[in-house]
């Protein structure tokens, strides 16, 4: 029996936001297949500040 390891990627900042904030679409199915465990997201320093800025400014209260 084969044992499938977690593929690595790195989410982009855009993909992640639009995974987290509306249903289906590819964003979407990334964000679950990741959750399932298929994926092995990858993040650096440098992303996950990315991260944080961008998406405290996309999920503001002035915003939403």
Known sequence: M???SPFPIVIDTN???EGLTKQGGA?????DVWLTGLLEVC???A??????????????????
């Open 47 to 64: 992303i996950a500040y990315e991260y944080e800025d961008v998406l405290s400014r996309k999920i503001s209260k002035p915003r939403w």
């Open 15 to 17: 993909v992640l936001f």
């Open 43 to 45: 993040v650096s320093n």
């Open 2 to 4: 084969t044992v499938l």
């Open 27 to 31: 964003s979407g199915l990334i964000i």
